[in-house]
Every structure is written in C-alpha cells, then in structure tokens.
C-alpha cells in the first residue's frame, strides 16, 4: 500500500469535487494531477523529509499527498507551536525541505526558496530547502510523524507507515458508513485525527473535504476566538460530518440553546479528552448526532468508536475491528496497528502493543470506558496535551511565587494556585509572575486565572508529600468549589 490514491474507489461521478476550499474546487482526477506534479518536482530536489507548517487549505493535503506519492516522510507542524518546539522538531527530524505560508519565520534556518512549483504558489505556499543538519534517527518505514502539542516543551514525534494512516482511514470510513459524505474540517490539519479521519476516510468513502483557514473558522492560535465565524462556516458548508473537540461541542450545545439551528448533520465525532454523558445527551436533545471516540497518535488516532449501530452513551465506544484492547492492572493496551515508535528512541521501535497510560475497562458488550490517566497529564478541552509540572516550574521561576499546583484537565485553559513568597506582596505582582510565564508558553499552556492561597501547602500532610509533590487529587477536590467558580466566571463575562 503505497499511498491513497492506490486504494481509492473509482469515483461514481468524476465531476465531484474532492477538495473544496472558499474560492476554489478540485476533482478527483485535478487533485491526483496536481499531487503527481509535486512529487516529481519533490524527487528532482532529493529531499527525503518535508516538514509541513501550513494553514488548512488544499495546499496543505496536496503536499500532504504528494509526500506520500514520492515516497517521502512528511512531518506535519502545528501553527501554534512555539518557536522552540518548531525548532525541536525541524532538528529531531532532520528536515531538508519545508512547505509553509510563512517562509519569513523561517528564513534564517532555511534560507534556500526552492523555484517556485506553481501549484504550491497558487495556494499561498513556499518550498523551502536546506540541507539537514545531521540524520535523524527514524524507525525504517516512516511515512509521517505527528507531533502533539507536547506535554513539555520537547513534544515526542510518532512515527507511522502511510499503510497504517491508510488502515485507519478504511476502518473508520467503515464504521461512520456514510456513503459519499460531506466533510467539514474544523480541527487544524497538523492534528492527526483530522488528517486521517477528517481528509482520508471521507475520500475512501466517494465523498468530499470542505477546508477553510483556520482565520475563516474563528481561530487565534489554538483556541477558538471568534465563535460566530465558527457558526458561519458549518452554515455555510452546509456537511454531512464534523469532528470536534469537547470544548467545541459544548459551545454547538449553547448556540443551539440560544436559537442556532445547525445543517442536517449525519455524524459528528467527538474526541481529544473527555466527554461527559451528560454533554452526549445534551447534545442529541439539540438535534446534534454526536458520537464519542477514544483514541491516540501512537494507535494512528481513532481506537474506539460510538456509532449509530453500536452506541453507549457514556462510553467511549467499540475498538475498531483491525484493533485488540486488552487490560493490565486498570491499563489500557492497544495492538494491532501500534506505531512504529519515536523520533530519535530506539528502544520504543516496533512494539506490538501500546501501554496507553490511560485507565479504564471493557464492558460486557465490549464497549471501552475511560475513567482516568495513570500519570498527572491533562489534556484539556481543546485536547491538547499538558504536564502540570511543565507549567509550574515556569511559574515558580519567579521570586514571588513560592507553590504552584497547575489544574485543568478537561478544561478549556489551566488555572493555577498560588502561594505568595511572601503575605505581605500585592495580587499585581502574581499577576505579573503569572504573565511572565505565560509568555514562555505556548497560549495552549497559559493560566488564565488563579487563586491566591491563604495559607501554604507545605507542611500539610494531606496536601504536600513528604518530598515537597502535591497530592493533586486532594487538592483538587479541596479547592474544587473555588476552581469552579472561575470557571463558572470566565463563561458568563463570555455570554456577556
């Protein structure tokens, strides 16, 4: 299995679009053109790893397409990384060529513009190249890899073949059974879920992609900033499916409250953290067809799914088929598509079997449940991955901050609690200590608010470990009032 265009199905109508963007369609036979012409030109330059920093749009999956057309390792960069993370990447991958909307962010590390591919330039994008600096250290086989948005600020790179993406995409096409669907991307391309669940399946399945930049859908960064432009698009593309983070259903939910009235949807998925029942049910009594899933980039995205023929609210779903989930001590296990490994970490290459650091447990129909992680990762609503102590350690750089405790799982942004280094300083130098950090994160990563401890954790037993770490469940519980509170707060001055 070589790339998509050998397992696509002969298209019923080959005057259907197949991309679609806000001034611009392309068919089937115009895409498979366009991505051949890029591979050729791709080969004649000898690069063998393309990194990938663009906005949503059919520049992206063309480059996206004519990488693995040509054989080459395509490495996708999220636009919201930081410089430092960017860098991180570029360098553990060896890139020699690069593909982006903005080559001045990266002129002084690639200096050399390619001559231009017409096709690259007529949707906004410059072929950089520059040899690399030193080869990286790839499992054999390497078609992508996908880095999240990081736990710290040295995100790890996934490793995976295109047959694995390409497996992936069949089995979810399979299970959505939509015949010819409508697609709208809403998640930024970089992310690997709407890459093989929101561009590949829908194309398995006969159907189209509608992309719009993530400007068009409302974004700033990662976060949804503008949430009528969000609105406009689904109105205006009128889709079929939709892939969604929790935070962005919840925000469907209200809009339907308040008098939205959504396309004729068939399929919405919704994954990248938790999602309450509650917020299920909430969501199909507004009309949504929303269905739950559960998976991770080191499974090549999608483990588990909720469909209209195998639904449990609740749950996260049936494991597709081509996929085994097994249990160790409360550990969720996944084999069957297991990635290659890591960037640049030998000893993780070609497992069989993947210890996802999640907790949870199969029911007696066979439907996974999510009930926690075995590590202090949060994943917020916006499904990004952050380690507290990441965070923390950048607010504790400052001499007034003598505590930290970072919270925010399932939530759209970190709060934080402070203790004072000393009882006498003014909330405007916390604040201040609290700016200063967030400037060294990235806006993923940032505390919006926080609360100012009376007292210090230390010397609290039931708070503090004997070796100075937080006891972040008791914590958390002990404060929970306060920290919903503020988040109580946040969305009404939002509904405002």
Known sequence: MKHLFDVLPAPRDADAHA??????????????????????????????????????????????????????????????????????TVNAC????????????????????????????EYGLTLLVQPAARDPLLPAGTGKVTFTSGSTGAPKGVCLTTGQQLAQAMAL????????????????????????????AP??????????????????GSRLADPRKFLAAIDAAAPDTLILIPQMLQFLVQAVQKGWKPPPLQFIAVGGARVSAQLIVEARRAG??????????EC?????????????????????????????????LVSGNAMLGYVGEARSWYRKRIATGDLGYLDSDGFLHISGRSKNLLISSYGRNIAPEWVESELLAAPAVAEAVVLGDARPYCIALLTPAS?????????????????????????????????????????????????????EQAWHADVAALYAQTETEENL
């Open 19 to 88: 991309l679609q963007d806000s001034t611009r369609t392309l068919t089937r036979d115009a895409l498979l053109q366009r991505v051949q012409m890029l591979a050729t030109t791709l080969r004649a330059l000898h690069v063998r790893r393309v990194a990938l920093h663009a906005d949503n749009g059919i520049g992206w999956v063309l480059t996206d397409l004519a990488c693995q057309h040509a054989s080459l390792v395509c490495v996708p960069l999220p636009l919201f990384f930081t410089k430092q993370q960017w860098l991180h």
């Open 94 to 121: 060896g890139i020699d060529a690069l593909v982006t909307s903005s080559p001045e962010q990266f002129a002084a590390h690639f200096p050399t513009a390619a001559p231009e591919h017409q096709r690259l330039r």
């Open 173 to 200: 096409a399979h299970a959505v059974a939509i015949d010819a669907p409508r697609h709208l991307c809403l998640l930024p391309l970089a992310t690997l879920l709407e890459n093989v669940a929101g561009v590949y």
């Open 203 to 220: 194309l398995l399945a006969d159907g189209s992609v509608v992309l719009r930049s993530l400007v068009e859908l409302g974004y700033a």
């Open 288 to 297: 949504l067809p929303v269905y739950e899933g559960y998976g991770l980039s």
């Open 300 to 332: 090549a995205s999608v483990v588990s799914l909720n469909t209209p023929r195998a639904d449990r609210p609740g749950s996260a779903g049936k494991p597709l088929p081509h996929l085994s989930v097994t249990l160790d001590d409360g550990e969720i």
């Open 423 to 475: 009882p006498q300083l003014d909330d405007a130098v916390l604040a201040a200590a609290v700016a200063a950090a967030n400037a060294r994160l990235p806006d993923y990563a940032h505390v919006k608010r926080w609360i100012r401890l009376s007292r210090p954790l230390a010397g609290q037993a039931e708070f503090m470990t004997p070796a100075g770490k937080p006891r972040r469940d008791r914590i």
